[in-house]
């Protein structure tokens, strides 16, 4: 799993807590990274919904979280977060063109860019470069991993053929396979982040109510700072960060994530090994975010 940041990057964009390439895969799944409406029906909700605030929900999660997030220098890591960062604007100016005033998933990925402090030149050239960067598709692999671990791997690229072999070499050289079905073990669901913990549980959870949220969790991002997530359909994204903001809230990052409904529970060997194989998918060019369903054995 990536990312609440991008990554992971990206988890924050959502850390965490999948659309194959054409051809020679054979799930299907339909690619992320869109929080923008999409034409469905949605059922009505209750008038009356019951909200918790629930910090154990992905406590294994946060945990193998910040364990594969130990290693490498910062620097190298900071690279990495920028080049995803610069993936997810080439894919909101693909879906929405260049002007954040008139593509409100490119202001949200701007803004996320901003808080980690991308400088300002590399987001302009990343926007430009998008404008005039090749037809690109997006993509979700789904894989097993060491110790029988969930992948979901999303892609953007503008060689199919060439991405599969590359994700399959991986993965058979770090001890995973494609594998088909992985994806219903995962649950597709909006995701705003309000960095820090500045507010009360009691206020959280009004606060939830009054924007329209489902739901209030309590995380980490990669550098182990605490977040609130207000959980909601994807389609409501961009109403519950509206409706926030409005309310005074400070918001890290919004978006849609891919949280997992089942964990696998990973001794240290096949940790190291996850590790080993995460990085080196998220090294790879084409490679937006990675998914996962680790959780670290105490």
Do not use: Y
């Not at 009356?48 to 979280?65: F, T």
């Not at 329209?212 to 991002?221: I, P, R």
Request: hydrophobic share 40%; with cysteine.
């Amino acid at each position: 799993m990536a990312g609440v940041a991008v990554l992971g990057a990206s988890r924050v964009l959502l850390p965490r807590t999948l659309a194959v390439a054409s051809g020679r895969c054979s799930a299907s799944v339909k690619s992320v990274l869109t929080p923008a409406p999409c034409v469905m029906s949605v059922p009505l909700r209750a008038s009356v919904r019951k909200l918790q605030l629930c910090s154990s929900l992905c406590a294994g999660h946060n945990k193998w979280s910040k364990v594969k997030h130990i290693k490498g220098p910062k620097d190298e890591a900071r690279g990495k977060m920028f080049m995803k960062f610069g993936m997810m604007i080439k894919i909101a100016v693909k879906e929405g063109g260049p002007n954040p005033d008139l593509n409100i998933n490119l202001a949200h990925v701007l803004q996320q860019c901003r808080n980690k402090n991308m400088p300002k030149a590399s987001i302009e050239a990343a926007i430009k470069s998008a404008e005039k960067s090749k037809p690109a598709s997006q993509h979700m692999f789904e894989a097993r991993g060491p110790g029988g671990c969930l992948l979901l791997i999303e892609v953007l690229t503008d060689n199919n053929t060439r991405c599969h072999q590359e994700i399959k070499r991986l993965l058979n050289k770090n001890g995973g396979m494609l594998s088909d079905g992985v994806h219903h073990n995962f649950t597709r669901r909006g995701v705003v982040a309000m960095a820090g913990k500045t507010i009360s549980t009691e206020r959280a959870l009004e606060l939830a109510i009054e924007a329209g949220a489902e739901d209030v969790q309590e995380s980490e991002d990669e550098e182990e700072q605490p977040l609130l997530q207000f959980i909601c359909d994807t389609m409501d994204v961009n109403k519950v960060r509206a409706s926030l903001e409005k309310l005074g809230m400070q918001i890290a990052s919004s978006g849609v994530e891919f949280a997992p409904s089942i964990f696998s529970s990973l001794d240290q060997d096949q940790l190291d090994t996850a590790s080993t194989l995460i990085d080196a998918l998220n090294d790879c060019p084409d490679v937006v975010r990675v998914w996962d369903n680790i959780q670290a054995d105490s």
